[in-house]
């Protein structure tokens, strides 16, 4: 498998031939021309492209410019589909028509999605997704960003004006595919019980208003200081099955005293407040990357990380992608996205695929 990443500019040594390419950038900045570019460079390659919280080759991340990977097999093959989430009464029921598609696939060797962001419920996409699969299929990938304006969100496959669809890919072959996900986050001696929710919106906790509760805990400046201290503070949620999640806010609403988070909050479920440091993150970004990382020399690493671990480590947030070029070999080739949501297994407490928020999720792809 021939793998190169770069930056979509003049002198960019590019593969011509390539079978498959990702490009991620910013959703205010992309206009037509930018995808023309891309067509003439790529003009054999299946484009999937996607709206960020900023994405990264290598150890370099990117707000403005876009960046890209491109992929040519040598023997193995892939299966690729383009979803448009209206088309379904529900993400439920299109996770189900994925797992449909795609269960009877000879030789699947991993899947990989790419979600809208705004449009499609991860959590019951995933659900969907788990139904008929293998559940020892690797499942990575995440949901699309809107860098930390949370309005809209652009998933899309070969085509403009790009739309808030739903990307699956099937790699079939022979391909080694290992998946990695870890969180970092330490649990603090603060539990409740969530007594009134709607879908992701989150508002009584011991019923009591969750917005008090936690303006009260946290003690910000003004309202501006609460949304962003809420990010330092996400909910780790058990979910009736016993899976532990954790649960990141993505909008604050201070005139109804709501809080949305990036997957469901279902009633009856308990979460604890979460905390972490720096080199708390930093130590499960190399426990992800040794998870995923086996004995084949990895030729490409596809890595999706919450924006809101971007957020806490702010200046530092690169060291995560110099610790996946710690743990793998010098010469793979490494691109991913910061999300409003990761897909990955959790290895501690389900064998099933799940959205998550605040992890690192990795996966090494090798082809024999």
């Known amino acids: ?18 079978q498959l390419v990702f490009y991620a950038f910013n959703r205010v900045n992309f206009d037509k021309q930018q995808y023309e570019t891309i067509k003439e460079k790529f003009p054999k390659a299946d484009l999937v492209g996607f709206s960020t919280s900023g994405h990264f080759t290598d150890a370099t991340i ?4 876009i960046s890209f990977a491109s992929l040519h097999f040598e023997k193995a093959s892939y299966e690729i589909k383009s979803y448009n989430p209206d088309d379904y009464a529900s993400s439920l029921v299109l996770g189900n028509q994925i797992s449909a598609d795609f ?4 030789d699947l060797k991993g899947l990989l999605i790419i979600a809208d962001g705004s449009k499609t419920n991860g959590t019951f996409l995933i659900e969907g997704v788990n139904k008929e699969l293998n559940p020892d299929t690797p499942i990575f990938g995440g949901m699309a960003g809107d860098s930390a304006r949370f309005e809209k969100t652009l998933v899309d496959l070969n085509k403009l004006p790009l739309s808030e669809h739903v990307i699956v890919i099937g790699f079939r072959g022979n391909l080694q595919i290992q998946t990695g996900c870890c969180a970092g986050w330490k649990e603090m001696e603060i539990e409740y019980t969530i007594t009134k929710s709607v879908g992701n919106e989150l508002i009584e906790v011991n019923h009591k208003n969750a917005y008090d509760e936690l303006y009260t805990l946290l003690a910000p400046k003004d309202d501006a200081d609460f949304t962003n201290n809420t990010l330092f503070f996400p909910f780790q949620l058990t979910t009736k099955k016993g899976d532990q999640l954790i649960r990141t806010p993505i ?7 709501r809080i949305t988070y990036a997957g469901e909050m279902p009633e009856g479920c308990v979460v604890k407040l979460m905390k972490a440091g720096s080199l708390n993150l930093l130590k499960s970004t190399t426990q992800a990357c040794e998870e995923a990382h086996s004995s084949h020399n990895s030729q490409f690493v596809f890595a999706t990380s919450c924006v809101g671990r971007r957020v806490v480590l702010d200046k530092m947030a690169n060291e995560e992608f110099l610790e996946i070029k710690d ?4 010469d793979s080739k490494v691109f991913g ?3 409003y949501g990761e897909f990955a297994r959790n290895n501690n407490t389900s064998s099933s695929c799940l959205l998550h928020n605040q992890t690192f999720t990795i996966a090494s792809i090798y082809e024999n």
């Open 1 to 18: 498998m021939i793998t190169k990443t770069g930056t979509i500019k003049e002198g960019q040594e590019i593969d011509s031939e390539a």
């Open 62 to 65: 990117y707000d403005d410019k």
């Open 103 to 106: 269960k009877t696939l000879n």
């Open 251 to 257: 909008a604050v609403d201070h005139k109804n005293k």
């Open 327 to 330: 743990v793998f070999p010098k």
């Open 337 to 339: 996205f910061y999300s």
